[in-house]
């Protein structure tokens, strides 16, 4: 079974402008989780998708946004780049279950801004 | 806010020496899970503990979940070079309802260098 996909794995941009970042999630997983991870902060939860849906969001901005397709891929988008947000960006998948919050990690995408 | 504290924040030991690492809350947890992590890549699951006072080993790891579900300890025997990498413990909030997954607050991560 193929793991967490995410592309690009690498990206430079400069402040300013905005990025796309996407997520194919395990096959028959339809939970999509991002987050961002730095050296100071670690890793914090951005938002997490169900069904298209947006269903937990975490401490960001509003300049920080995503969507979930009907086939569960996801992609993020930061807008109005700013230096701080250089950090790997890491998407989780997982089925549904209760009580069980196993999460499986893509390999990221480590967003450079200049 | 829900917090967890991570100890130590590194760690460089020699090969065949034993070690624990600590995860703490002042918060209740429905799961806690623990990940290791190698540099440019994303966490890799290792273990999910549920019950207050459960112990699971995988291999030369052990893990246990505190009776009270506040806190959480890995004791590695015998590390090996290949033990390297960065270890995360993430709980799950016993407050997630509607089987919602994503929000998993992770403490900052135990540095383990194992030196051959």
């Known amino acids: 079974k193929a793991g967490v996909t995410q592309t690009p794995r690498y990206l430079i941009k400069t402040r300013g402008q905005q990025v796309t970042l996407s997520c194919s999630p395990i096959s028959g997983h339809r939970s999509v989780s991002w987050y961002q991870q730095t050296p100071g902060q670690g890793l914090q939860f951005l938002f997490e998708y169900f069904s298209e849906t947006q269903r937990n969001k975490g401490n960001f901005p509003g300049r920080f946004s995503g969507r979930q397709f009907s086939n569960s891929r996801s992609e993020m988008n930061v807008s109005t780049l700013e230096l701080g947000d250089s950090a790997l960006y890491l998407c989780?998948?997982?089925?549904?279950?209760?009580?069980?919050?196993?999460?499986?990690f893509g390999p990221g995408t480590r967003l450079t801004v200049l | 806010t829900q917090l967890l504290e991570q100890s130590p924040q590194f760690l460089s030991i020699q090969e065949g020496e034993n070690l624990t690492v600590y995860c703490n809350s002042s918060s209740v947890f429905s799961s806690l899970q623990w990940y290791r992590q190698e540099p440019g890549e994303g966490p890799v699951l290792l273990v999910t503990v549920v019950t207050g006072g459960e112990v699971k080993k995988l291999k030369r790891l052990t893990f246990q979940f505190g009776d009270a579900r506040k806190d959480s300890s890995l004791h590695i025997t015998a590390a090996q070079p290949g033990d390297t990498g960065l270890y995360l413990c993430?709980?799950?909030?016993?407050?997630?309802?509607?089987?919602?997954?994503?929000?998993?607050?992770f403490g900052k991560g135990t540095k383990l260098s194992v030196k051959p």
């Open positions: 989780a998948s997982s089925l549904i279950r209760w009580g069980n919050n196993e999460q499986f």
């Open positions: 993430a709980g799950a909030s016993a407050m997630n309802y509607g089987g919602s997954q994503g929000n998993l607050i």
